[in-house]
């Protein structure tokens, strides 16, 4: 099947086509993709399946420009976390859970994200993500009412793509670059607990459940991320991706300070900023930026939250972090 896209790399790069084989069950539902929106759902619905075959849990990942933003396995929202991302007290499925997680991650470069999930999207990821600003997502499938609502985000413009979650590429994949064609066995490495299980340990207990899990996650995503990278994880989730430089010192500095800035972002002064509840979330995690950018919290304040990273999910909420 060939697939007219709306342009490639760049809007004067047209004409631009995909061809979709026939057994992957692919569907553009919504919407008129780009040459880079079909890169990222790719890469975002690779990294998304891997996740939910090694963790059993739903997954999410947040891709922008052929790298993750943010990915994530669902998890519980703290009340912490919440307030820190302008979101509500519902309900949330655990697939909306781990979308909120993985945009989370990095609020900024997952602005007009390739949103991802490993299962069937229902009302619950519908709502939040026509809330967003985010410009496709692929799926294994969606309720009906899930899919009537998105058709109708931006006026029918957001893209909506399915995938048969059972498809599996050919094992040699190939690329054409400037007339000359390139072959490689894809990759197809698993990362499992087994990879991990004497990481660190030097002989000592094994590593906790909780922490082989954010591994994985991270890992993962590294595995679909522009090489040069360096991720960073906590609790399941991506909370800081340093991407495609040509240092991995200047990942290193990316990443460490995008998790630096998550953290930040839970910090009571910054809870504490008055907002108006009117602006759009954009505009409110924009002013929180500018606050941390700006802003001198002390050197023990940043130590002090930085010392609060356990396995309890939300440890800003202690009375001692409270000061």
């Known amino acids: 099947m060939e697939i007219s896209l709306k ?63 943010g990915a994530a396995v669902a998890g519980e929202l703290s009340e912490t976390y919440r307030a820190s991302q ?81 498809y599996e590429p050919a094992e040699v994949e190939t690329r054409e670059v400037f007339g000359f064609t390139m072959s490689q066995r894809r990759n197809t490495a698993r990362v499992t607990p087994e990879l991990f ?38 609790d399941g989730q991506v909370i800081g991706m340093g991407a495609g430089q040509q240092s991995r010192v200047h990942c290193t500095r990316l990443a460490c300070g995008k998790a630096d800035k998550w953290l930040l972002q839970q910090h009571p002064k910054t809870l504490a900023l008055p907002v108006r509840e009117d602006l759009p979330k954009p505009e409110k995690a924009n002013l929180v930026d500018y606050y941390l950018l700006w802003d001198e919290l002390s050197a023990v304040e940043r130590r002090r939250l930085r010392e609060g990273l356990t396995a309890d999910p939300d440890p800003l909420t202690r009375e001692e972090r409270a000061d």
């Open 86 to 166: 302008f979101l509500g007290d519902e309900d949330y499925s655990p697939l909306a859970t781990a979308y909120a997680r993985a945009r989370g991650g990095d609020r900024m470069c997952s602005f007009g994200d390739v949103a991802a999930v490993s299962d069937v999207v229902d009302m619950s990821l519908a709502r939040m993500l026509f809330d967003e600003v985010s410009d496709l997502i692929i799926a294994p499938g969606y309720e009906p009412e899930a899919l009537e609502l998105l058709r109708t985000k931006r006026d029918g413009a957001y893209m909506v793509l399915s995938i048969d979650p059972a």
């Open 197 to 234: 299980r004497t990481a660190g340990t030097d002989g000592a207990a094994p590593l906790p459940a909780a922490v082989l899990e954010t591994l994985i996650v991270t890992t993962v995503a590294l595995k679909y991320t522009q090489s040069n990278s360096v991720g960073t994880g906590y």
């Open 7 to 69: 342009y490639g790399c760049n809007p004067h790069q047209t004409p631009a086509g995909v061809t979709v084989p026939g057994e992957a069950g692919f569907q553009v539902l919504s919407g008129r993709p780009g040459y880079i929106n079909f890169l990222d759902a790719l890469g975002a619905w690779q990294l998304v399946r891997e996740l939910r075959a090694a963790t059993g849990k739903p997954a999410a990942a947040s891709f922008k420009h052929v790298s993750p933003a």
